[in-house]
């Protein structure tokens, strides 16, 4: 997958390597890969950066990231196309403010609350959202007063990168920092005792071991890790209406984003014509191609690993007697990682398609027709990433929303985001929250301050 430009890897010896385009399979750019002595310098530079940058008054930071944003916004075209070889304001971040909060004022005394920056942050990004992850977790690093280190993923270094460049030109030195490399990037930021918190997302798997190394030094950590999102359909909606959201709430990114709708539950009385539309509409507009092709919709997936998976999940499909109601295929003769869509009808619960998230274009439609039946089927996973209910009727639509074990629930819409409201996962799709002043709670400590008002009368 990646390309070693000086020869064998002796542990450090290894400068140069390049991700892989999957629409063509052939190699990119080669970026050089951070060794350990990188690191330990670019924490250096963050913990001296640190003692003045966490002294400037919000307001001050607010600015600078509002000119950060200026500057990505000048470079959208590259960014974007960056993007699309491998696999833009930023997020509205500066209007958030975490204010000093008084718990008791008395004659006698004053109790207040502030926040006070960690630190060094290590922000680990996943491959499947580069730019909008990445962002998410510099913002909120930045703007409570601490410094932070970004680290792309191997697969998808290279948005990183300009970002990094970019940031070179508004930040001081040391305030905010990109370091590129291979899988041993990770445990070492992990570990570092110059390391006060990681902002990591990615897999249940890799969360795990993030939290793991996290203890050996006690830094704070956010995971926002994997989910297997379900959508209920109640029998009341407009089909006509419903269904062509659903579908491409189902498919962005060719199914590999952790907030898609990978479990359809369909009323019983709407289940036979509700998932024909999906099936025509599917068929007649996700268009699949190159990400530079013209109308495309669907891309392919982004690498080699997650193209094996699939393979492997869609050959599940005539193992365990699934019924299909579009035959996607692996198409596994000619150059890229293209996969079909495929539409699963009303496998069995346990089956792997149902309780596994498949991270790509392969949903199942499931019935139902009992209302708490449903919201136990949709709660009973180990995960609680998001969910959402569509429906007419609003009120019975937020009793089940209130029900469900996800951290986000939408009615009648999904994956909606934004970087005023928090975001994060119940049960193993994480720990903490992301965006919102619920977000930025999580890169500061809480201290409280008492002040005796009367000691000395």
Sequence with gaps: MYGNMKGEDDGQSVSCRHSIDPATGEPLYGVSVARKEDLDAAVSYARAAFKTWSKTTHQERAKLLNAYADVIEASRHDLEKLQTMEQGKPLGLAALELADEVLEDTDKRTVYSTRVALGVVGAIVPWNGPTLLGLGKVGPALLTGNTVIMKPSPHMPYCGLKR???????????????????????????????????????????????????????????????????????????????????????????????MSCKRIYVHDNIYDKFLAGMVEFTKNNIKMGGGFEPSVVMGPVQTSMQFEFLNDMYAQIEKSGWKTAL?????????????????????????????????????????????????????????????????????????????????????????????????????????????????????TNSRSVWVWKKVFD
């Design 164 to 258: 990094g460049e970019l940031a070179m030109s508004v930040f001081p030195s040391g305030v905010a920092q990109v370091l590129s490399g291979d899988d041993r990037l990770g445990p070492w930021m992990t570990e570092h005792g110059g390391i006060d918190m990681i902002s990591f997302t990615g897999s249940i798997a890799a969360g795990k071991k993030v939290a793991a190394s996290c203890a050996q030094t006690l830094k704070r950590y956010v995971l926002k890790l994997g989910g297997n999102d379900a959508a209920i359909v109640c029998e009341d909606v407009d089909i006509e209406k419903c269904r062509p959201k659903i579908a491409m709430l189902a498919f962005p990114n060719s199914g590999q984003v952790c």
């Design 327 to 443: 035959e996607g295929k692996v198409r596994t003769r000619g150059k890229g990682y293209f996969v079909e869509p495929a539409i699963i009808d009303n496998p069995p619960e346990g089956s792997r398609i149902v309780v596994e998230e498949a991270f790509g274009p392969i949903v199942p439609l499931l019935r139902w027709s009992s209302e708490q039946d449903v919201i136990d089927r949709v709660s009973a996973l180990e995960t609680g990433l998001s969910a959402s209910v569509w429906s007419r009727d609003l009120a019975r639509a937020q009793r089940m929303a209130r029900q469900l074990s996800a951290g986000s629930v939408w009615v009648n819409s999904h994956f909606d985001v934004a970087p005023h409201m928090p975001f994060g996962g119940f049960k193993e799709s994480g720990i903490g929250m992301e965006w919102g002043l619920e977000g930025f709670r999580h890169f």
